[in-house]
């Protein structure tokens, strides 16, 4: 693991932690993820919001009710709820006969993983804006950015602005630009990865 990602996840240890004997502390983990595994659950589910809340629902109830089986060795809080309720949303889909969300995400599935494999090299891919799917999975990506992360990125890699006129924009040196663009790009590659991976992955 990167020593760049320990503190954050020690900072979700010890708040999941607290959370497990202080119900002020749970109440507080969950208006903290509540909104980010809503979103995430929102797409998987194929865009029913009375299925997605009964998702989360059981998600969290099922994440409180073990939170000692969370390991921060294994990534950070979100992403192990992320991983939570893949499965609850598969059998969710299953009951309701939702067949051709699961045949969607099946489809997709290998898409994800080969796209964030090419992020270090692609930032993104022609497919991943011109493919309904992926293209909302990259949005929901960028909403989990800091506002002048999402702005810089989205002129630069959806409006196609030069880094000259992204500078011009910020009122900034053409290396400011530039340092600012490879951070919000390490944090889109890193979002993206752990986004794709929750959908792409699901446990039998």
């Known amino acids: 693991m990167e020593p760049a990602q320990r503190p954050d996840l020690d900072g979700d240890l010890a708040v999941v932690r607290r959370a497990a004997t202080d119900p002020r502390a749970l109440e507080a983990l969950y208006e903290r993820e509540v909104d980010g595994l809503y979103?995430?659950?929102?797409?998987?589910?194929?865009?029913?919001?009375?299925?997605?809340?009964?998702?989360?629902?059981?998600?969290?109830?099922?994440a409180f009710d073990g939170l000692e089986r969370f390991d921060p060795a294994r990534g950070p809080f979100r992403s192990w709820l992320c991983q939570l309720s893949r499965n609850v949303a598969r059998a969710h889909l299953r009951q309701r006969q939702r067949t051709e969300v699961l045949a969607m995400w099946d489809r997709i599935d290998g898409a994800l993983l080969a796209m964030f494999e090419r992020l270090d090299e692609e930032l993104l891919a022609p497919e991943a804006l011109e493919r309904e799917e992926t293209r909302d999975l990259v949005h929901l990506t960028l909403g989990h950015l800091p506002?002048?992360?999402?702005?810089?990125?989205?002129?630069?890699?959806?409006?196609?602005?030069?880094?000259?006129?992204?500078?011009?924009?910020?009122?900034?040196?053409?290396?400011?630009?530039?340092?600012?663009?490879?951070?919000?790009?390490?944090?889109?590659?890193?979002?993206?990865?752990?986004?794709?991976?929750?959908?792409?992955?699901?446990?039998p």
């Open 147 to 203: 506002g002048n992360y999402r702005a810089v990125l989205e002129r630069k890699y959806v409006d196609g602005a030069t880094l000259e006129q992204i500078a011009s924009e910020l009122v900034a040196t053409e290396d400011a630009a530039k340092s600012l663009l490879a951070r919000a790009r390490r944090a889109f590659r890193e979002t993206f990865q752990t986004l794709s991976r929750s959908f792409a992955e699901v446990e």
């Open 39 to 62: 979103s995430f659950v929102f797409f998987r589910v194929g865009r029913d919001p009375s299925l997605a809340e009964d998702v989360v629902q059981e998600t969290f109830l099922a």
